[in-house]
């Protein structure tokens, strides 16, 4: 090997050499920045399902129960055989009925509840207002209105409610979940608005009314601002109220006193 090809090799070696440090410092100067930190965000809390303050009983029919929508027709059946045909058909709408208790029930803590998903059908005859055109009052005859109903409330028999309120209870259940209310257990929503029902002021006549529009409204506007549930209560009147108010308490009693198994 001659002298001149000797150093050429030697300075390609050096070349390469250098070459390669000066690309690993390169790329060092180079490095990535050092990736950033996940911020861990926490998960929004799960809704937890209030504890149960009124669990109801487990039934102890042994049959199994119906759909939901295929409820209507056992569950008509079961409140005949409990107030009597002729009374049941007089005063129960038979179509969607557990729906429609279950809706009814939930709406009369709020300032209106709809008509026509009432499982009951209206009060016969017509509202009628006393008094002078100047000063408008509660007739009371109006209360004899609801007189029939309130009978056949005070004469049904409250163990035999309650039964077959148990027996079906988880169609309640399964109706007021499908509302889309946060997890609540529906008896103890039962529980609730008969307080509710029970902290109704009890009337006195004359009672005011006035008339802004077509509608008649209380002339004392804190009656007027009351829950659907309670302006049904003041409608009927004292003796009518204080009736249905002595077997909601019998009810309520009944709900709270189960002890399920």
């Known amino acids: 090997m001659n002298e001149n090809f000797k150093w050429i090799a030697a300075g390609a070696a050096t070349v390469v050499v250098l070459g390669g440090a000066l690309i690993y410092l390169s790329m060092q100067d180079r490095k990535a920045p050092p990736p950033k930190q996940a911020v861990s965000v926490p998960a929004p809390p799960v809704a937890e399902e ?17 759909h939901l929508d295929q409820s209507d027709q056992p569950v008509f059946g079961a409140l005949s055989g409990l ?38 059908r209206p009060v016969p005859g017509q509202f009628v207002a006393g008094g002078s055109e100047n ?5 009371p005859g109006n209360y004899q209105r609801y007189k029939p109903m309130v009978t056949l409330l005070q004469d ?21 979940e ?38 008649f409204e209380y002339g ?15 409608r009927m009147g004292s003796t009518n109220a204080t009736a249905v108010k002595a077997k909601l308490r019998e009810i309520r009693a009944a709900l709270v006193e189960q002890k399920p198994r």
């Not at 209030?50 to 119906?66: K, R, V």
């Not at 000063?135 to 007739?139: E, K, P, S």
């Not at 109704?200 to 509608?215: C, G, I, R, T």
């Open 50 to 66: 209030p504890p149960i303050q009124h669990p109801i009983a487990e039934s102890a029919e042994s049959q199994p129960l119906p």
């Open 83 to 120: 107030v009597g045909k002729a009374p049941a058909e007089q005063f129960i709408i038979p179509q969607d009925l557990v729906r429609h208790v279950v809706v009814t029930i939930d709406n009369l803590t709020a300032p209106k509840a709809a008509e026509r998903l009432r499982p009951f």
């Open 135 to 139: 000063a408008l009052v509660l007739d």
């Open 156 to 176: 049904m028999d409250t163990k035999q409610l309650v039964a077959i309120y148990t027996r079906y209870y988880p169609l309640f259940q399964q109706a007021y």
């Open 178 to 215: 499908s509302l889309g209310h946060p997890p609540q257990y529906f008896n103890d929503r039962v529980v609730q608005v008969i307080d509710h029902l029970l902290a109704a002021p009890d009337l006195k006549d004359p009672v005011a009314l006035s008339q802004p529009n077509v509608q």
């Open 220 to 234: 004392d506007a804190t009656l007027e601002s009351r829950s659907a549930g309670q302006k049904m209560m003041m």
